[in-house]
């Protein structure tokens, strides 16, 4: 017979459990807002600043390449300092770089600033995921991972909305503003659009004082008593116990350089794990993130409208992220991937038809955009997360991890560096002809190399690496 008082701490914590998931996954959110609140942007300082197709490409990618620095250094900060307090600084990264974006008096400043809030980014798509997979038993990890995508697409959504409104209200004639609310709500919406993004960073730096130093880091530095009442407040103390006693297993296990890993059979995951984490990005979905209203604009869709457009976008991402979260676990990894990709591609050689034949003025370009953004949504987007926490043995998944999250952000700073030059010298169709080719090979090593993960222990996973070797 269960007693009473057991299901009521299992519940308690399952609600704590989420509770720490949620706030770490906000490192997410600001992720997803800080991709996408560039988009509405763009036209406004491209104009201000008399910005060329190389100019326009820095002042995205400007930020990706902080992103590509945070993340190389996330590892070593996070073991010297602590998950938690690496993941503070992340958020006050963010938090500068949106009140300095918002006060930028010269191009110079404005492109620093977009750095110094890339930093925070890199270390957040770092940090985040791993905090909640090292807080996380290994029944439900899977999902609450996957709240670390989720909380990317709600970031992605917000930042629509927000571009949308501020837009709105500065075209507005009975809404008065007066001294710098003059500036920054009318001649320069710009700079409300990038300063809106102080709000959630703040509330993540606040929420995160709340939730405990990661179990693992605390063992690694000497603190398992910590450790212990942490994970029992997770799991029971009964299951602590034993993740304790695997936590110290792992930790007293010597790091090996990247040579040994691949001897030892880890080069395939690895392959996998980059090869996937880079083609995700070159996909084309961040060309529409950054660029939608651009891409639209130029296809007849007035500014306004074309913000409007990127919300519709922002909400099938939301949507079908939310169906991936409820399908991964019983569909698997594989189908997902599999239908996901080919849709993509299909999707993008369409959309290249149509704006070849230009037929751009009508509502198909937003179908097919709208199709595209539901196949990554359920796919690419929350399955390469929950990949990259699964596929890696015990022993060198934070360094694996950290590998592959860098290997997406170069995918990210190509795209946003040289998708205006695409969109200039191949034009739209050949743009996303090209990104359809680009993802062709994430299909190929899906189908041959990628092993279905779904309801298998991590060990029976790195044994089928270990037996499938380069």
């Known amino acids: 017979m269960v007693d009473i008082r057991d299901r009521d701490s299992s519940h308690n914590n399952l609600f704590y459990l989420i509770t720490l998931s949620v706030i770490a996954a906000l490192g997410g959110f600001l992720f997803g807002y800080d991709t996408a609140v560039i988009s509405g942007t763009l036209s406004f300082v491209k104009a201000q600043f008399n910005l060329g197709a190389v100019a326009e490409g820095w002042y995205v990618s400007s930020a990706l390449v902080g992103c590509i620095i945070g993340v190389s250094g996330a590892g070593f900060l996070s073991d010297r300092f602590g998950r938690k307090h690496t993941l503070i600084w992340a958020g006050i990264l963010f938090s500068i770089s949106a009140i300095g974006c918002a006060l930028a008096p010269s191009h110079p400043l404005l492109i620093i600033y977009r750095m110094i809030g890339g930093l925070g980014v890199g270390i957040a798509s770092m940090l985040s995921p791993l905090y909640i997979s090292e807080i996380s038993p290994p029944r439900i990890r899977g999902r609450l991972v996957s709240l670390y995508q989720f909380a990317i697409t709600l970031g992605i959504l917000s930042a629509y909305f927000v571009n949308a409104w501020i837009q709105g209200i500065s075209q507005n004639p009975d ?111 961040n060309a529409i993130i ?98 990259l926490s699964e596929i890696y043995p015990t022993q060198i998944r934070g360094r694996a991890m950290s590998i592959a999250t860098l290997t997406l952000w170069l995918g990210t700073t190509f795209i946003g560096q040289m998708t205006p030059w695409f969109l200039v010298h191949l034009k739209p169709y050949g743009t996303f002809w090209l990104f359809a080719l680009m993802t062709l090979p994430a299909l190929v090593i899906t189908i041959r190399l990628l092993p279905e993960t779904k309801g298998k222990s991590l060990e029976e996973i790195e044994q089928f690496f270990k037996i499938k070797k380069l």
């Not at 604009?297 to 913000?307: C, I, M, Q, Y």
Request: include cysteine; glycine fraction near 10%.
């Open 175 to 285: 809404i008065h503003f007066h001294g710098y609310f003059q500036l920054i709500f009318r001649n320069e919406v710009w700079r409300a659009m990038l300063g809106s993004e102080s709000i959630p960073a703040i509330t993540f730096c606040l929420l995160l004082l709340i939730i405990p130093e990661s179990p693992r880091w605390l063992t690694l530095k000497g603190r398992p008593d910590k450790a212990l009442s942490v994970l029992s407040r997770v799991s029971g103390p009964t299951v602590a116990a034993r993740e304790i006693d695997l936590i110290t297993e792992t930790i007293n296990q010597s790091r090996i350089s990247l040579a040994t890993m691949i001897r030892m059979g880890y080069g395939l995951p690895l392959i996998i794990g980059m090869s996937l984490a880079f083609l995700t990005q070159v996909s084309g979905i």
């Open 290 to 387: 950054y660029y939608g209203p651009k891409i639209l604009n130029e296809a007849g869709l007035k500014l306004s409208d074309a913000l409007g457009g990127q919300v519709i976008i922002g909400i099938i991402n939301v949507i079908f992220t939310l169906i991936a979260i409820w399908k991964i676990d019983r569909l698997g990894r594989r189908p997902l991937l599999l239908f996901g990709v080919s849709g993509i591609i299909l999707f993008l050689i369409v959309i290249g038809f149509l704006f070849f034949f230009q037929v751009t003025h009508g509502i198909w370009l937003m179908v097919f955009i709208l199709l595209f953004i539901a196949c990554f949504a359920f796919s690419y987007g929350p399955v390469i997360w929950v990949l």
